[in-house]
């Protein structure tokens, strides 16, 4: 593969996402870093694992993501001590993953600025790597509560709030610090992992079906794209393809979540800045729009209907009319909102040049999915790096450059819309039914890869199986990347504007803490 | 603003959701509106918890306040504060890093207090369970007095719920 002017050797992984895999060393690592950032891709993620039962050692994995294709580089590591070249450096994402890595596993990046716990708060004592396959997954230890070590803002007329974890609406915890002089905002400092419940330790030897449906509540709101790329990932891994009637059913169900989030979050949007006429509407929207959920997908969020191999059901022609009546209905109603809510000149004087990224802040610190579609990002796998049967139907990149809330809520508007019209497309070349074929069985050691646009952002499965049983799952979810961004929206901006920031993000926290 | 009302109107009132499949709703809210009324002088102030959950539960939590089910049309509000609560709604199971926030919560709300626990991982600790960093189910860790199962629970059965909970109210 040629990364600008850099060449390296790769293997092609079998697989519906386009990826390819290289094995480096330590300098490798670093250089390839340096390639992709110059070729302007982006870092998707990173994890570690623990190969001492297979004769190797420990690994480092780093997922990037480029024009081409989807590039996993390893990088095998010495037993002890596990040590790797920093990432941050380069990524200033990679920062918060490598201290989740460095918490679970102990694996160590060299040179890395930040060497403070990120998902351990003292459930588990500082020695002790629980994702290690040496470690039992039900080793109890007595919580030890540590003290994070917020970074402090001094001057004169400073004061620091703290907020959280447990927050005054029903949103999910976390820890957020604010130092702040009057009322604007000088820093804020995020201190999450407060829902790690031990997700990757607990599909180690997992099988398959039960897996999967843990993937579908890695982040309920995405459960539809992680489910698929779940599924995606153990398909590659087993070189099954499935059935293209089986993947129309799932781009209708993605399509679906991503309006039923865009329908929900706009409806918060306007009642954070003041407008619960919003929140009525857009709440009314919704729950029509999961009902009919749960008609098509036999649940309201369509959770554990994409299954490895195909998806747990199918549709009746009668509800596919009303899925297509209820598109061009839904479109018709939200155009008519959108224009009800540009014309509202006080709600539009909240959103606009509230909460700003700028394009380059973003690339520079590597904002990514929804939100960096409205910082100028103009980034999706649908277009870019299709799977059937996006590359079939043609999806349109929408996008801002504003950055602010005003341009988080109008990317949300156009999404709504494009994935309105997609349904009416997939729905007009819906392939017919079709016996679907079983998944293969699996010997041996094998690796695969989904990568799915879920409403967030870019979704990813890395997933090992060992004699057909899970090895090592890692899902990643894009709030890795844009929660650190959120630190900068903030700044300069009024305290009592961040639950409409940080709204206008929605990000997850189940994500990210696994 | 006309536009604003116009919608309004045009919108309609759909608490009142056709028969079926509400038929039982219609029941659930009427029944809850009572029990508070009776009970809670009008008005039930709710206080959420989320213990660890995967964000399914909340999505859930949240449509109980959309137009068709209503929640603060029958006096039952969310509060920001646990003292200012009779109910706590915990969802998730219970993440070790979480505990602590969970028994203060407990401990800070006023007696006589209902726990509502919320979705097969309140109820059981669910696909997650108990390992080095969770400790399952929502008992494991405070009273609990009701517990709602399912993936999440409808809004429906939320509601079903709170009402179980406060009908046993002293
Ligand atoms: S019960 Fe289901 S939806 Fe609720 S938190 Fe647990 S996994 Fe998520």
């Known amino acids: ?208 079906p039960d897996a999967a449906r843990l993937a579908a509540r890695v982040s309920g709101d995405s459960t539809v794209a992680y489910g698929w790329a779940f599924a995606m990932a153990v398909e590659a891994a087993l070189d099954h393809r499935v059935r293209e009637r089986a993947a129309w059913l799932r781009a209708l169900a993605l399509e679906r979540e991503r309006v039923a989030n865009h329908l929900g979050d706009l409806g918060f949007i306007g009642n954070d800045a003041g407008l619960g006429f919003a929140l009525a509407q857009f709440s009314r929207l919704r729950e029509n729009w999961l009902r009919s959920n749960a008609a098509l997908f036999g649940h309201r969020l369509a959770m554990d209907f994409v299954v490895p191999g195909g998806v747990a059901g199918d549709m009746e022609d009668q509800v596919e009319r009303d899925m297509r009546l209820q598109a061009r209905d839904v479109e018709v109603e939200v155009l008519h909102l959108r224009s009800l809510l540009d014309d509202h000149a006080g709600l539009q004087d909240r959103l606009r040049r509230c909460g700003v990224v700028t394009p380059e802040l973003a690339r520079r610190l590597g904002l990514t999915g929804l939100a960096g579609r409205a910082s100028g990002v103009a980034r999706d796998l649908r277009v870019q790096s299709p799977t059937a049967p996006y590359d079939r139907i043609g999806p349109r990149l929408c996008g801002a450059t504003d950055g602010d809330v005003a341009a988080r809520a109008a990317v949300r508007f156009d999404e709504i819309v494009e994935s309105l019209h997609l349904i009416q497309r997939l729905l007009d070349t819906l392939p017919p039914r079709e016996e679907s074929t079983p998944l293969p069985d699996a010997k041996g050691h094998r690796f695969g890869v989904g990568r799915v646009e879920g409403w967030r952002g870019e979704v990813l499965v890395a997933l090992e199986l060992d004699e057909g049983a899970v090895r090592r799952v890692h899902p990643h979810d894009p709030s890795w990347q844009n929660w650190p961004v959120l630190e900068h929206a903030i700044l300069g901006n009024i305290v009592p504007d961040f639950p409409l920031i940080n709204k206008s993000f929605n990000l997850s926290y189940a994500g990210v803490d696994l | ?70 929640l603060e049309g029958l006096g039952i ?77 409808t809004p429906h059965a939320i509601m079903q719920g709170i009402l179980t909970a406060i009908t046993r109210a002293p």
């Open chain 1, 1 to 208: 593969m040629q990364i600008g002017s850099f060449d390296i050797a790769t293997e092609t992984l079998p697989g519906a996402a386009k990826a390819e895999r290289c094995v480096v060393d330590f300098l490798g690592w670093l250089e390839l870093a340096q390639a992709v950032a110059a070729a302007d891709g982006h870092l998707v993620a990173i994890w570690g694992v623990d190969d001492r039962d297979r004769g190797r050692g420990f690994g480092v994995r780093v997922a990037y993501g480029l024009p081409e294709a989807l590039l996993i580089a390893e990088l095998p590591l010495a037993s002890e001590p596990p040590v790797y070249p920093d990432l941050a450096a380069t990524f200033p994402a990679a920062d918060r993953m490598q201290r989740a890595m460095f918490d679970l596993l102990g694996l160590q990046p060299l040179g890395a600025e930040d060497d403070r716990a990120w998902l351990r708060h003292g459930a588990w004592p500082r020695d002790v790597y629980p994702l290690r396959r040496t470690t039992p997954v039900d080793t109890d230890h007595v919580m030890v509560p540590e003290v994070y070590p917020f970074v402090s803002v001094t001057g004169e007329g400073v004061h620091e709030i703290p907020v959280g974890p447990v927050h005054a609406g029903t949103i999910e915890p976390g820890h957020f610090r604010f130092s702040i002089i009057g009322e604007r905002v000088l820093r804020l400092e995020e201190h999450l992992g407060y829902k790690h419940k031990g997700i990757e330790k607990r599909f180690e030897g997992l099988a398959i």
């Open chain 2, 77 to 153: 509000r969310f509060v920001a504060s646990p003292r200012h609560a009779d109910l706590l709604l915990v969802t998730g199971p219970v993440s070790k890093h979480m505990e602590e926030a969970l028994r203060r919560t407990y401990d800070a709300t006023p007696d006589p207090k209902l726990v509502v626990a919320i979705g097969d991982c309140g109820c059981t600790g669910g696909v997650f369970g108990e390992n080095y960093a969770s400790r399952g189910r929502v008992s494991n860790v405070i009273p609990v007095d009701v517990a709602v199962p399912g993936c999440p629970p």
């Open chain 2, 1 to 70: 603003m006309i536009r604003i009302l116009r919608q309004v109107a045009r919108a309609g009132l759909v608490t009142e959701a056709p028969p079926d499949p509400d038929e039982a709703l219609r029941g659930v809210r009427e029944q809850l509106e009572k029990e508070v009324l009776r009970s809670f002088a009008g008005a039930l102030a709710i206080r959420h918890v989320d213990a660890g959950s995967c964000n399914g539960c909340e999505l859930e939590i949240h449509a109980c306040s959309n137009p068709y089910y209503n």
